[in-house]
């Protein structure tokens, strides 16, 4: 397996301007995360799904920020409009549950570097 | 909200020193994670521990589980450069919860 997949790996931006970012989870796994990672605030957990419906999304920062997972490999998390203060890196993990509760580790994408301008 | 500390939060050995990192977890522990960053990559999952006591190796990395205490360790022995990186704590916020708190990393330098 390819692992974690994460598009596109860079993206510079305007501020005002809509960003994607796109996950592709490991096949068969039924956990999906959005992370994000500054220097300031380190790793956050933004959201999460289970079999493609979102869990807990207490860790969106504000209405700007949007995710959706429309099928068991893929998702995305829009910005619409972009800050600067939205510029980070964007991790992407899936993980396998078993049974009820989830043990297993979660495997992270490579991340995406995003600079709003 | 859980909140994981990390001490120290940079380290640099020469090598073949052995080192210890620390996670200290402000509430109950339900399991622990140890990864590993390297700049501009993702997080390697390194080990986790569930039970108090629990103590996991591998290769010349161990990890042990204080769940009276909240902590964590992890010990490296005969560092080599390799191991250069930032080690990250990561812990779920409940027992049944899928939402995952992290600390904020150890950064470590092995010097040659």
């Known amino acids: 397996d390819a692992g974690v997949i994460q598009s596109p790996r860079h993206e510079v931006t305007e501020m005002g301007q809509e960003v994607t970012l796109r996950c592709k989870p490991i096949?068969?796994?039924?956990?999906l995360f959005w992370y994000r990672q500054t220097m300031m605030r380190g790793l956050e957990l933004l959201i999460y799904f289970n079999n493609n419906v979102p869990i807990d999304d207490s860790g969106m920062p504000e209405d700007r920020f949007s995710a959706k997972m429309p099928n068991a490999s893929f998702s995305t998390l829009k910005i619409q409009p972009s800050e600067p203060r939205d510029s980070a890196v964007y991790f992407c993990?899936?993980?396998?549950?078993?049974?009820?509760?989830?043990?297993?580790?979660?495997?992270f994408g490579p991340g995406t570097r995003l600079t709003v301008l | 909200s859980q909140e994981l500390e990390q001490s120290p939060q940079s380290l640099i050995v020469q090598e073949g020193k052995n080192l210890t990192i620390n996670c200290t977890s402000s509430?109950?522990?339900?399991?622990l994670y140890w990864y590993k960053q390297k700049y501009g990559e993702g997080l390697i999952f390194l080990m986790m521990l569930q039970k108090g006591g629990e103590e996991k190796s591998h290769e010349k990395i161990t990890a042990k589980l204080d769940e009276k205490k909240q902590q964590s360790s992890l010990h490296i022995t005969a560092s080599q450069p390799s191991h250069a990186g930032i080690y990250l704590c990561?812990?779920?916020?409940?027992?049944?919860?899928?939402?995952?708190?992290f600390g904020p990393g150890t950064r470590l330098s092995v010097l040659p």
């Open positions: 993990a899936s993980s396998l549950s078993s049974g009820r509760i989830s043990y297993n580790e979660q495997f």
């Open positions: 096949s068969g796994h039924d956990y």
């Open positions: 990561g812990a779920r916020g409940g027992n049944y919860g899928q939402n995952f708190v």
């Open positions: 509430k109950t522990l339900y399991g």
